[in-house]
């Protein structure tokens, strides 16, 4: 039985997908640096184990990332899941995990790091916006990309609008990434780039808008 360790913050939506996602032969584990974090709940009632570890209740990030790497290490985890974990992990933290812990972010990295990525997109007026699932190396929103899925930006978005277009897709390649890795398919590679065995081919193109 393969251990994947999902960590959350707040609403819990991809951590959902993932549990929905029925994954064959995995334990899942959700841990939470938000003792209220609305995905608990769902979790709890799932019958999935929980865990919360509040950053609130450490002097540094130090102290806090060591917490959470005991609360993750004792359900001895294949993968390691960030599914909207909004506190910044260290640089030690992420090599303990490297090649086996892997982030979502709602951009099409590596353009849009950071926060507030709909805004961004729409500030900039960019046609296509995205999400990517990538594993995670010390610098913030960035490593080596698994799976990205694009979305067009259409005439009268807004944040919200976007935001669920791209969240849709969220929940649709982050299961898939996580399958591909519970299956031995996707590795990461010591130079840094991603192995994914057995890939799927898909249209030689995307052009947003469509036209002819
Ligand atoms: C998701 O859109 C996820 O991509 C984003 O937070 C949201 C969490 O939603 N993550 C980041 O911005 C990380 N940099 P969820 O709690 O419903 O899964």
């Known amino acids: 039985m393969k251990s994947v360790v999902i960590l959350i913050s707040g609403r819990g939506s991809n951590m ?3 549990v929905e996602a029925d994954l064959p032969g995995c334990k899942l584990v959700v841990v939470s640096n938000q003792p209220d974090a609305e995905g608990l709940a769902y979790a709890r009632q799932r019958g999935l184990a929980t865990a919360v570890v509040n950053h609130r209740d450490y002097p ?7 917490a959470l790497s005991e609360a993750i290490d004792m359900h001895q985890p294949d ?40 805004a961004q997109a729409l500030a900039a007026g960019v046609k296509v916006h995205g999400c990517t699932v990538h594993f995670v190396t010390p610098a913030l929103d960035s490593g080596p990309i698994v799976i990205q899925a694009a ?13 669920a277009r ?21 590795q990461l590679m ?20 469509a036209g002819e």
């Open 60 to 66: 540094s990030r130090a102290a806090f990332d060591a």
């Open 151 to 163: 979305v067009p930006v259409q005439a009268g978005d807004d944040e919200d609008t976007l935001a």
């Open 79 to 118: 993968l390691v899941v960030l599914a909207g974990f909004m506190r910044i992990l260290g640089e030690q933290f992420v090599r303990h995990y490297q090649g086996r812990l892997v982030n979502i972010h709602p951009s099409l990295l590596p353009v849009f790091p950071g926060l507030h990525t709909h």
């Open 16 to 18: 959902r997908a993932l």
């Open 190 to 209: 010591e130079d840094g780039h991603v192995l994914l065995v057995g890939e799927q081919p898909v249209p030689a193109r995307l052009i947003a808008p």
């Open 166 to 186: 791209v969240l849709a897709q969220e929940h649709i390649i982050y299961p898939r990434a996580v399958q591909w890795f519970l299956e031995g398919r996707l």
